[in-house]
Structures are given as structure tokens and as C-alpha cells.
């Protein structure tokens, strides 16, 4: 497996089950979040993007990408420039498309196929790994970056999503080795300001739909 996969969609590809299909269970509430801000960053790196006082600047709307012309798009129509919080939040309305597009991405590269699944009115397609080794490799690589470090932008930015997307417990079972890893992760983080940035913009898009969530049930508990 030679091809290079962005962010977005290696992020998603490790918060699938390797046996059991499907994003893992502590990894899912954050997962479509994460995805945008991962998706956020490989528009960055590909200079698609550029972030100034935590605002995006859209630089060009040109890509081979469909999913990436689709947020330039969007981005672009902007009367002026939003925040990433920002983005990230009205993103996230586009989820199930956005999605569906990193789903193809990784059939496409054969990392994953889609079962169809049915509860009920409900349909689904949920992730299978179907390239168990690659996924194994990125995790070797993962604690290699982490533990003898990295100077690769790439690298640094995406070790940075780790925290936000809860995935530091699938690479290190131990809670010692666990706890080490994320003290690591802080000190890279002080120079790795831009995706620091939106990590953080991810966690107050977190909290807010939480919030809401949260206000939505305590209403409904009253109505009823």
C-alpha cells in the first residue's frame, strides 16, 4: 500500500474496528469532528488554505479532489473569513457527506469495504478493514514519531489529532506507557501551533454540541 492517504481519511481508517467492523466505541462520538479537522489540515498542507488569528483564508478553490472543492466551495462563498471553530461546527452539518467521501477514498485504495446494514427504517453502511497490516504499520509508526520523534509537518500535525479523536488507547494498551505518550504529544504540540489551533477548535465544537445535546434531552425530560 503505496499511496500516500490523507489525513482525513487516515484518521478514519484507524478508528475502525480491525475484527469487528465499524468505528470503535471510544473513538465514535469524536470521530466526525475530528474527520473535518483532519480534512481542515490537509487542505492547509496542500496550501489549498492558510490560518491567520485562528481564521481560515481560503488561497485557491482549484483541486482534483471533490471533497476538497466542496469545503472551498463553501469556504469560499464566505462575505469573510470564519473562524475554524466556526467551520468546523457548520461543517459538520455536510457530515454524512463528507464521510461518505473518505469512505470511498479508502475502498478506493482497498484499506476498507462497506457492509450494507439494516435495523428497522434504518440503513447504514458500516467500515470493514480490509488491510489489517497497513493499519498495524501506521500504529508502529505512530509510536516511533511519538517516542523518537519527528520533524515532518505531516507527521506532527497528524500525531496532534491523536488526543481529539481518543485514539491514544488503541496504540498504547498501557496506561503507563499511555500517560508517556500524551505528555509527549504536549511538549511536540508547543510547536505545532497551527494544528494545535485547530485541535483546540475541535474540542469547542465538541463541547457545544454537547452542550446542546444535553439542553435538548433536559428539555424534552421537562416537556414530557
Known amino acids: ?11 478514519y ?3 475502525i474496528h480491525p475484527e469487528k467492523g465499524g468505528i470503535r466505541s471510544g473513538a465514535a462520538s469524536a470521530m466526525h469532528f475530528v474527520v473535518i479537522g483532519t480534512l481542515l489540515m490537509d487542505l492547509y498542507l496542500q496550501k489549498k488554505i492558510k490560518f491567520e488569528g485562528k481564521r481560515v483564508i481560503v488561497l485557491s478553490t482549484k483541486s482534483d479532489n471533490e471533497l476538497h472543492r466542496f469545503v472551498l466551495d463553501k469556504m469560499s462563498r464566505a462575505k469573510s473569513p470564519k473562524k475554524i471553530s466556526t467551520w468546523i461546527s457548520k ?5 454524512k ?12 485504495k482497498r484499506l476498507i469495504r462497506l457492509e450494507e446494514k439494516q435495523f428497522l427504517f434504518f440503513k447504514w453502511k458500516k467500515p470493514v478493514v480490509l488491510n489489517k497490516q497497513v493499519m498495524y504499520r501506521m ?9 523518537k520523534g519527528t520533524t515532518a509537518e505531516e507527521e506532527l500535525i497528524f500525531l496532534s489529532f491523536l488526543e481529539p479523536a481518543a485514539m491514544l488507547r ?12 500524551r505528555a509527549r504529544l504536549k511538549q511536540m504540540s508547543i510547536n505545532n501551533r497551527v494544528s494545535g489551533a485547530v485541535a483546540d477548535a475541535i474540542a469547542a ?11 435538548a434531552a433536559a428539555s424534552a425530560a421537562t416537556n414530557h
Do not use: T, W
Not at 1 to 8: G, N, S
Not at 97 to 108: F, P
Not at 139 to 147: H, S, V
Open 13 to 15: 481508517f484507524l478508528g
Open 205 to 215: 465544537s465538541q463541547a457545544i454540541a454537547a452542550s446542546v445535546a444535553a439542553s
Open 91 to 95: 461543517l459538520n452539518y455536510s457530515q
Open 97 to 108: 457527506y463528507i464521510r461518505s467521501e473518505v469512505q470511498k477514498g479508502l475502498v478506493a
Open 1 to 11: 500500500m503505496d499511496q500516500p492517504i490523507p489525513l482525513a481519511q487516515k484518521i
Open 170 to 181: 488503541l496504540v498504547y494498551q498501557d496506561r503507563r506507557k499511555r500517560k508517556q505518550a
Open 139 to 147: 500504529i508502529a509508526e505512530i509510536d516511533k514519531q511519538i517516542f
